[in-house]
């Protein structure tokens, strides 16, 4: 059996020039089958588990679920059902969230085979004949067609012509020429240069292509990129441990003051009845269910929010993190720019003009072709004149120009090329002075990021043999500039992104002097852009160290953009990465957030990525981070409200009976706090705009705050100072003969006047949904407490006017500290 390692292939790729044969020597099927036991199938995407035992397994791991199930339970053994159902309806969003990350992971496995050969066409036992791709195996010998995609990766040992389009892997829009290996091939593997070499997952566009596998499976350069794409777990996010730990303290804290309770009525001689009522009525005031309830309908209306922003969010969870971002690691090409193509200047020779220069380049372009760049010119171009092709010379890597010999209709046969500048420059006869001045020109072109071509011309002789090219003799016509253009937006969201002090780097695989041209038109650095080129094996940390505010990376491979984002992640960064090929699918998946294009994107970007751009366009990540911003912003002060309604609930509901006094809260009243503060915390804050522009963003703070210590201490003073005044008001209505009825119904006004008044401080009464709810609070406790029919029905009494004015000065007090709260807690 011949080698099929690196050193068989090249092997047989010499044994292929010596004998000059088209056919090179193949393995047979006893070797294959050997070679197949010792490698395996080249199974280059794993088909990952699916099914519902495999999504019920995932959910469970989700304590949040746990907690839910647990707290619906607890409710409906204290007979709150209400309570319980909420609970449970809360769990549907949750299950299905995590059935959705468990498809998406299936469709992304899926999109990545979609960009592979199911079959190939392999040489065995001396035969050429089509196998099922999985079966290829080191050592063996394929030809690939035009349009087909290469089956596993490895050394081009045939073929002429040769174009690939390897956009899946590098993101760049444009066509790899590629040769096969000539008589000099190196003695191993690793100094094979990557033009010699076919990938799997890109395809041929011209030429036939002889391929020596090397890599099968996981082994190759799109398994890597395939394994990394369907590995990972669902690991709870920063705020969603910080909501569950502070549920867990809560519900713990709630059980503990339940059980006293409890034991000192029982101790003060209430009976077993007053001391089970006691302790139900607290927990079902103290249990925490708002919080995940509230967490669960936040995320719900961030994905719209940020979808009618055209950033579509796939998964939940990230709305949390895009607010956050300080830094954007931005590919550039197809997300800074259009990933186009555009005729952008003529520069026609002394005496022509520039439709002269579009046309004659368009004649030595092929119609047909797949290459963007002739696309490109047939588009500018439109309808050409009649012309008979007698002949053509496509472009290779040798010769850097495409050649077409017409007969015009004025009878005359002329001979187009177009290509590389200086290769047809060296057709033409120019001056000295005229090749310098040409040549100044394509550097300037070339240094504002422009691809240039040359195009000429020759006039044959009558009798002349088209199937010859000419190779002197031509004129030149002129030079034509294509540029990739910037989208329509990039420069103002750079702008916005550097007032607010994020950071903006963008990543290319282009030429630095490509990638600076247009770093400068985007104003990135000032439009004085510090560009680097990491070398392979070069540490990404200690180059930012190094060169501190990068700009732009240029030449980079995806292992170093992956590597960049580690980097600035380790430096304390909440980095965003955009991307469309997958090439981007690792860096996508390691960011904190990951932002895919949805125009034109790959559909492995689009599934990996937790974020989708509708549009493609750069400033919808800005608008989107500021939408993010705003909605953390919203479930802070929601949380807030929560807290500041819920610390004098569960104080007075425990401090009251642990007096010896009589409950301040039955059962009833519990029930209408809870209508009261479920829809407050729910609806009064989702729909805040935006106050203003992007805030400064905090760096080298990655660990999700959801409240300040100084925010947390006022949270605590604040509903101390509520606490002391329900229990004051409680105290003071019930007086030396006991009015229990009047004391509740104070103690009820008190209570609900501050969360009327938390709520317009919080969320301000600019909108209409707090300002319903403001006034609906206060119109239940007029109603419910004023009419006696409705206070008899709930165990209150009709309160004075002085009364009234305590509960009056309640409202505006508080509403004075939830303003001066809300304030204190702006920013990221």
């Known amino acids: 059996m011949p080698h099929t390692g690196v050193a068989g292939a090249l092997s047989a790729a010499g044994a292929d020039r010596a004998d000059g044969a088209d056919i090179a020597q193949g393995l047979t099927t006893a070797q294959a089958q050997e070679a197949l036991r010792s490698h395996g199938f080249n199974d280059i995407v794993a088909p990952t588990a699916s099914g519902w035992k495999v999504v019920a397994r995932d959910t469970a791991r989700d304590p949040m679920l746990w907690f839910l199930a647990f707290s619906s339970g607890l409710f409906a053994l204290l ?21 959705w990350l468990h498809r998406r992971t299936s469709a992304s496995s899926a999109a990545l085979a979609g960009r592979l050969a199911s079959s190939a066409r392999v040489l065995r036992d001396g035969q050429w004949q089509d196998i099922a791709a999985r079966e290829l195996v080191p050592g063996d010998l394929v030809e690939v067609a035009p349009g087909g995609y290469f089956p596993a990766d490895g050394l081009l040992v045939g073929g002429h012509g040769l174009q690939v389009d390897e956009s899946t892997l590098t993101g760049e829009s444009l066509p790899v020429p590629k040769r096969a290996l000539d008589a000099e091939a190196p003695a191993t593997e690793h100094q094979v240069p990557e033009l010699q070499r076919g990938r799997a997952g890109t395809r041929l566009l011209t030429g036939q292509a002889r391929l020596r596998i090397v890599d099968t499976g996981g082994d190759t350069r799109y398994g890597a990129i395939a394994r990394s794409a369907t590995e990972g777990s669902h690991a709870a996010t920063p705020l969603q441990r910080a909501i569950g730990q502070l549920v867990l303290v809560l519900l713990g804290v709630a059980l503990l003051m339940c059980a006293a309770l409890a034991a000192i009525r029982l101790w003060h001689g209430h009976g077993w009845i007053d001391a089970l009522l006691s302790a139900v009525t607290l927990a079902v005031a103290a249990i925490p269910e708002e919080f995940p309830v509230v967490y669960t309908g936040f995320l719900g209306v961030g994905v719209f929010r940020l979808a009618r922003k055209k950033a579509l969010v796939r998964r939940a969870v990230a709305v949390e993190n895009i607010g956050r971002v300080s830094c954007i690691v931005s590919d550039k090409t197809g997300t800074i720019t259009a990933g186009t193509l555009v005729l952008a200047h003529r520069a026609p020779a002394e005496g022509l003009d520039e439709d002269t220069v579009l046309q004659s380049a368009t004649f030595a372009a092929r119609p047909d072709s797949g290459d963007p760049l002739d696309q490109a010119l047939h588009a500018a171009a439109g309808p050409l004149p009649p012309a008979t092709r007698l002949a053509e010379f496509p472009f290779t890597e040798a010769r850097r120009r495409e050649t077409a010999v017409l007969r015009l209709a004025d009878g005359t046969t002329t001979a187009f090329t177009k290509g590389a500048p200086e290769t047809v420059m060296a057709l033409c006869a120019l001056t000295e002075a005229e090749h310098a001045a040409w040549t100044e020109r394509i550097e300037a072109y070339a240094r504002s990021g422009h691809k240039v071509i040359a195009c000429a011309r020759r006039a044959l002789p009558a009798g002349a043999a088209p199937d010859t090219e000419a190779a002197e003799g031509f004129s030149l016509v002129g030079l034509l500039a294509f540029e990739d253009p910037v989208r329509d937006g990039v420069r103002e969201a750079i702008a916005d992104c550097v007032a607010a002090g994020m950071r903006v780097i963008m990543v290319t695989g282009d030429h630095p002097s490509t990638a600076e041209a247009i770093a400068r038109e985007i104003g990135l650095g000032g439009g004085q852009p510090r560009v680097i080129v990491l070398a392979p094996g070069d540490d990404a940390a200690a180059a930012l160290r190094a060169h501190g505010g990068v700009h732009v990376v240029a030449r980079a491979t995806p292992a170093q953009k992956l ?34 294009m949805g125009e034109r994107g790959t559909r492995s970007a689009r599934e990996v990525a937790p974020v989708v751009l509708l549009d493609d366009n750069f400033r919808t990540i800005v608008h989107a981070v500021g939408e993010g911003r705003q909605l953390f912003q919203n479930l802070r002060l929601a949380f807030a409200y929560l807290l500041l309604v819920h610390l004098p609930l569960v104080a007075a509901a425990a401090a009251v009976p642990l007096m010896g006094l009589p409950l301040l809260l039955l059962p009833i009243h519990i029930v209408w706090l809870e209508l009261v503060i ?19 963003v905090q760096h080298h703070h ?25 229990v004051g008001s409680y105290l ?31 969320a301000g009464l600019r909108r209409a949904s707090p300002r319903w709810l403001v006034a609906g609070t206060l119109l239940s406790l007029g109603l419910l407490v004023q009419v006696p029919a409705a206070s008899a029905w709930l165990g209150l009494r009709p309160l004075h006017p002085a009364d009234w004015g305590l509960v009056g000065l309640a409202f505006v007090l508080t509403a004075v500290a939830g303003r001066a709260q809300a304030a204190s807690m702006r920013g990221p």
């Open 79 to 99: 007979g709150q059902h209400t309570e319980s159902l909420t609970l449970l309806l809360a769990l549907a969003p949750l299950l299905g969230m995590d059935a």
């Open 563 to 596: 590597a960049l984002v580690q980097a600035l992640q380790a430096d304390g960064e909440l980095v965003a990465v955009t991307g469309d090929g997958v090439n981007d699918v690792p860096a996508l998946r390691l960011a904190d957030i990951g932002v895919a």
């Open 678 to 696: 479920h829809p407050t915390a729910l609806l009064a804050f989702q729909g805040l705009p935006a106050a203003g522009p992007l805030a400064p």
């Open 702 to 726: 990655r660990r999700a705050r959801f409240f300040s210590a100084g925010a947390w201490g006022a949270i605590v003073l604040i509903g101390g100072l509520v606490s002391v005044a329900v």
């Open 732 to 762: 003071h209505a019930l007086g030396a003969d006991r009015q229990v009825e009047h004391a509740r119904a104070m103690a009820l006004g008190v209570l609900l006047a501050a969360s009327a008044g938390f709520t317009a401080g919080l």
